[in-house]
């Protein structure tokens, strides 16, 4: 039998959002075995499909787009920046400085950073993983705790995952945050949150779900008369902003001006716009007029509510559904080059819970995963030879 028949055919906790499935503990090393296998094939499919197109799959993978910058960033610190042929200016504070600072300490003993931050990437891409598996079968089960895991190993841009990019360290962080939150474990939960604004600015959306769950928590407490918990909460709450509002804070002062690393990122093309220009790329191959755009934008969001709606009525933990909303409107609504939207959507992995329940009653889920696994190792390979992740 397969690994994923026997996750398969595991039994999984019951809870009261899945009523079908039976108890078990689960093994968050069959989960990492699960996720290792299918990252395994995908980068088997990458290095022979750069072979034969004459390019080399490591550099693809530690050396292209804002790997580069990673590396710059660690290895000159923020002083480094680019004059655009179209007069912008790149600078590179436009990326938040957790992933090169531990490039860095990678290259203090004897490693360059574009090989560090590969390095980081593949271990933080397995502590994604457990954290997703934990998180996962804290509020479901196990079975669906496995299925979440395959299914954000096998997502079409899961090749960036395996990239020296930050996104598998945001979502290490992020998902552990998650998970630390709805256990309680305040300052665990606000420590993580912190990292995680040091990695991206979404970040930010960590902080939200610990703000969230510490107002209900408060009000339980007040309810209850029990307020032993109030210094864990407001040091969860102190701690969980700092990280990404300080280094946005850092790089205003740098600049000369509050909203200096807003300015930074309009100098890469980035913003935040509603959804507005990734509605007028939808509708151009239709004609692009602005009554079109609108109805493409109302469609969009309206996906995007009706998606966390789903999450709200089947009974998620809300703080888990603030971190998607927030994480999910950041990606459709920025205003940046839509090559990176699938990749700004990797860390909004709340939005595979419900497919994974319906996977995980499924007595036929292993044929779909195998076609995903497939479909995900051969289009990372295209897309990283070709336009990438930008």
Known sequence: MSLIGVLLSGSSRESSSEKSLPTSHGSVFVALAAFAAIKIIGLVTLTIYSVVNGKNALVLLSARWDSLWYARVADHGYTYSVQAADGRHLSSMAFFPLLPWLERAGSSVGIDSS?????????????????????????????????????????????????????????????????????????????????????????????????????????????????????????????????????????????????GYFKIQAGWGNGFDGGLAFSKFLAAPLGGHWALVLVVLIVLLALVAWSHWVLFRQGYPLPVVVYSVIVTLLAVGASGYFGSKPRFLIPAFPLLLPLAVALARSKRATPWIVIAAAISAGYGAFWLNGSGPL
């Open 115 to 259: 090989t560090a931050g590969l390095a980081i990437s593949q271990i933080a891409s397995l502590a994604a993983a457990a954290g997703l598996f934990q998180l996962t079968r804290h509020m479901i089960g196990p079975r669906a705790g496995y299925l979440l895991v395959i299914l954000w190993a096998a997502l079409p841009v899961a090749i960036v995952q395996s990239m020296a990019y930050s996104e598998s360290l945001f979502v290490a962080l992020a998902a552990w945050g998650l998970c630390f939150l709805l256990r309680k474990q305040w300052i665990l939960a606000g420590v993580s949150a912190f990292f995680a604004g040091l990695t991206r600015p979404i970040g930010l959306a960590v902080a939200a779900s610990i703000f969230c769950a510490a107002f209900f928590a408060i009000l339980s407490a007040r309810k209850n008369g029990d307020t032993r918990e109030y210094w864990r909460i407001v040091v969860a709450c102190t701690l969980s902003p700092i990280g990404a509002a300080g280094y946005i804070l850092w790089v205003g002062a740098q600049t000369g001006g509050a909203f």
